[in-house]
């Protein structure tokens, strides 16, 4: 200390130099150390959004798809599976309490028995007389009664042409007869001129849209059986139907637009031969679900733009509720007249469990909180199903129920804002939540509301799955028949309908119908699943 002292100078000006140049120094130390700690800081949230980005892609692409929780006593004891003895060999044993329980009948388990509708052939097993006699004795052994074994065995479906005779008559002798000659009409044909029946033409659009198969794939299963079609046939075979079906999907939409209650949805479709797009751009098929009577209606709508304004072309002049998701094209639809928007819960939801999966448990406690909301919906629901409550009963009820627990859940969602930062996953799912949650209140109003618009997606599924096998469209017009039979076999499953049973009774009955009535009676929600 005495060295630094004489190296003080020992003039005042001097000194005072000295000081404000450390004092410089410390300000500018202690602004990079600022600045540092400012930058750490950053680095460190940067790395906490990529690990979670990291763990979110981990999920996604190499987790379960499911978004279903485990329970709380799904894992805990897991890790015990092979120590189980050593765990609990020095442990006491419990004190065993007996409780009265109620006797019950026991389900009857094993082999289901095959369907009682199905086509039975007998194949009768008996002993020739010798082998029946007892060597013992030389008495001939009495039948006494059997067994009877019954299996399944599939007979492969075969196909057989239809030679329809028209004969011709004439020509008459009278010369004031306009119609000399004159022939028996055909078979009611749905495609005029096709090769094709009604009832195979329900089955090449029932294995495609039904059951996801490609119209290649479905070429090489008719070759095997000596069948020479093309692909491009079963192409033109399904837009030729979807023409045909076009003046009853008008009426579907009609009535659709005149339904309580409407929820939307959108997911890509690829289109090769789009006019002045390339054939990776994406496309869109839209879908709208209602009801008409009570009964649910499904409508798919090609597109192939994603824009706002196709949303308001399609509700335009509707008025009601429309459910949708968070997407941003649908944001200005509850500032269209006479239309209440109304969120989902389940998109919130879903981001809450990705939060959790990353190891969020304030995540987990909010959902919980849902949980508990979808359990009293359950409960409530099920005593309007049932007949319990009427309309204004269950409205009234279902109001006092959830809307204080919607409205403790939103002032939780408040008090955790800026908990996280919004580029984390719990961040994100507050935020998000708080942008849908006045939306997603809305659906108290209404008695076919839910909390969610889960119905509309499980009417896109088919699609989705589809799509992963016939993986793109050929042109928009494949497309827009695409759209067509889709509302028509997604409509008539949403009724109750089996769907090739369906499309053969509508295909048959189509081109008989004359007035608009007689085919708007042929429409999926106006008919029993039974009737036909």
């Known amino acids: 200390m005495e060295t630094a002292l004489s190296e003080l100078p020992d003039d005042v000006e001097s000194l005072k130099k000295l000081v404000v140049e450390k004092a410089r120094r410390a300000h500018e130390l202690e602004a990079t150390s600022k600045q ?188 095997r059986w000596g069948i020479d079609t093309s692909r491009a046939s079963l192409c033109k075979v399904a837009v030729s139907a979807g023409r045909a079906i076009g003046e009853l999907l008008d009426e579907l939409r009609k009535d659709l637009a005149a339904s309580p209650v409407l929820q939307m949805d959108e997911t890509v479709v690829q289109v090769l031969h789009e006019k002045n797009r390339s054939a990776q751009a994406k496309s869109y098929m839209w879908v709208a679900r209602g009801y008409a009577e009570g009964k649910p209606v499904v409508f798919f709508h090609y597109h192939p733009s994603r824009a706002k304004e196709i949303v308001q072309k399609f509700l335009h002049g509707y008025h009601g509720f429309v459910q949708t998701d968070g997407y941003a094209g649908y944001n200005e639809v509850g500032f269209s007249p006479g239309i209440t928007h109304v969120g989902c819960l389940a998109h919130v939801r879903r981001k809450f469990f990705e939060a959790e999966q990353q190891g969020s448990t304030e995540a987990s406690a909010f959902l919980e909180r849902i949980a508990e909301l979808y359990h009293a919906e359950k409960l409530v629901r099920k005593k309007f199903e049932e007949g319990v409550l009427t309309t204004e009963e269950f409205l009234a009820a279902r109001t006092k129920e959830q809307g204080p627990r919607l409205s403790e859940m939103k002032a939780w969602l408040i008090a955790k804002q800026g908990q996280s930062p919004p580029s984390l996953s719990f961040g994100k799912a507050v935020h998000y939540a708080l942008g849908q949650w006045d939306r997603i209140e809305k659906y108290l109003q209404h008695e076919l509301l839910t909390p969610d618009n889960n119905a509309v997606e499980n009417a896109i599924r088919p699609f989705v799955i589809g799509r992963k096998n016939w993986l793109f469209s050929n042109t928009p017009l494949g497309a827009h028949a695409s759209a067509g039979i889709y509302s028509m076999i997604e409509t008539a499953k949403a009724n109750g309908h089996e769907p090739y049973k369906y499309l053969c009774y509508l295909f048959n009955a189509l081109p008989k119908a004359r007035s608009l009535e007689e085919k708007r009676a042929l429409l999926p929600y106006k008919l029993a699943p039974n009737s036909y």
């Open 36 to 223: 540092l700690k400012e930058e750490n800081a950053a680095l460190q949230l940067k790395l906490l959004e990529v690990t979670d980005k990291y763990e979110t892609l981990q999920q996604k692409f190499f987790g379960s798809s499911s978004e279903k929780r485990k329970k709380e006593d799904d894992n805990p004891k897991q890790a015990l599976l092979f120590n189980e003895a050593e765990t609990y060999a020095e442990a006491p044993p419990k004190p065993e309490k007996s409780i009265p329980v109620k006797s019950h009948e026991r389900k009857v388990r094993g082999r289901k028995p095959l369907p009682a509708n199905l086509e039975r052939r007998e194949f009768v097993y008996e002993l020739s007389e010798a082998e029946r006699t007892c060597p013992s004795c030389g008495a001939v052994r009495p039948e006494i009664g059997q067994e009877v074994r019954e299996e399944l065995e599939f007979i492969p479906a075969r196909f057989v042409v239809n030679a329809h005779i028209l004969k011709k008559y004439g020509p008459c002798q009278c010369a004031s007869c306009s119609h000399p000659i004159v022939q028996a009409e055909g078979p009611a044909k749905l495609i005029p001129g096709s090769s094709f029946s009604n009832t195979t033409i329900a089955f090449f659009l029932t294995s495609k849209f039904v059951d996801s198969q490609p119209f290649y794939r479905m070429e090489g299963i008719l070759s």
